[in-house]
C-alpha cells in the first residue's frame, strides 16, 4: 500500500511539471474572472507554486496554490466535457471559477492541482451537486 501511495505521488509530480511546460486547453464556465466571459478558451498552467489563467498572451489570473481551499469536479452536460471547479481565499473575500477540460486532460488537470494544493478534489456529482 506505501509504495503504491509513492507512485501515485510521483505520478502527480510528474503530471504537474508536465502540465507546467504546455498548460492545459480550457473553456472558462464562469466565476471570478472579470476579463473572461463564459465560454472563453484559455490556457491553464499549473506551475509549483501557482495556477495561471491566460488568455491570448495575457494573464487574466494566477492563484497562489497556498490560496486555493477546494478542488471539485464533475461531468458536463454534453458528456465529453468535465467542469472542474476552483475555490481559493483571496484575503477575506472567497472566489470561485470553473473550467471545462476535455475528458482526456481532466485528470491531469486535477492530478496537478491536487499536488500543488494539497487538498483532495472532490466529485460533485457524489454530493447531489449539479455543473
Same mark, same amino acid.
Given at each position: 500500500?506505501?509504495?503504491?501511495?509513492?507512485?501515485?505521488?510521483?505520478?502527480?509530480?510528474?503530471?504537474?511539471?508536465?502540465?507546467?511546460?504546455?498548460?492545459?486547453?480550457?473553456?472558462?464556465?464562469?466565476?471570478?474572472?472579470?476579463?473572461?466571459?463564459?465560454?472563453?478558451?484559455?490556457?491553464?498552467?499549473?506551475?509549483?507554486?501557482?495556477?495561471?489563467?491566460?488568455?491570448?498572451?495575457?494573464?487574466?489570473?494566477?492563484?497562489?496554490?497556498?490560496?486555493?481551499?477546494? =478542488? @471539485?469536479?464533475?461531468?458536463? $452536460? !454534453?458528456?465529453? #466535457?468535465?467542469? *472542474?471547479?476552483?475555490?481559493?481565499?483571496?484575503?477575506?473575500?472567497?472566489?470561485?471559477?470553473?473550467?471545462?477540460?476535455?475528458?482526456?486532460?481532466?485528470?491531469?488537470?486535477?492530478?496537478?492541482?491536487?499536488? =500543488? @494544493?494539497?487538498?483532495?478534489? $472532490? !466529485?460533485?456529482? #457524489?454530493?447531489? *451537486?449539479?455543473?
Amino acid at each position: 500500500m506505501r509504495h503504491q501511495v509513492i507512485a501515485g505521488l510521483c505520478f502527480a509530480i510528474v503530471i504537474a511539471l508536465f502540465a507546467r511546460a504546455n498548460g492545459y486547453n480550457v473553456k472558462y464556465g464562469g466565476g471570478s474572472l472579470s476579463d473572461a466571459k463564459a465560454g472563453t478558451e484559455l490556457k491553464m498552467y499549473i506551475d509549483a507554486y501557482q495556477v495561471r489563467f491566460v488568455k491570448d498572451d495575457a494573464q487574466l489570473a494566477k492563484i497562489p496554490a497556498s490560496t486555493i481551499t477546494k =478542488i @471539485s469536479y464533475g461531468q458536463d $452536460v !454534453n458528456g465529453r #466535457s468535465t467542469a *472542474v471547479n476552483l475555490t481559493w481565499a483571496n484575503g477575506n473575500q472567497e472566489s470561485r471559477l470553473a473550467v471545462q477540460c476535455d475528458n482526456n486532460d481532466y485528470r491531469g488537470v486535477l492530478a496537478g492541482l491536487e499536488s =500543488i @494544493s494539497g487538498k483532495k478534489a $472532490v !466529485n460533485s456529482e #457524489s454530493m447531489g *451537486v449539479k455543473n
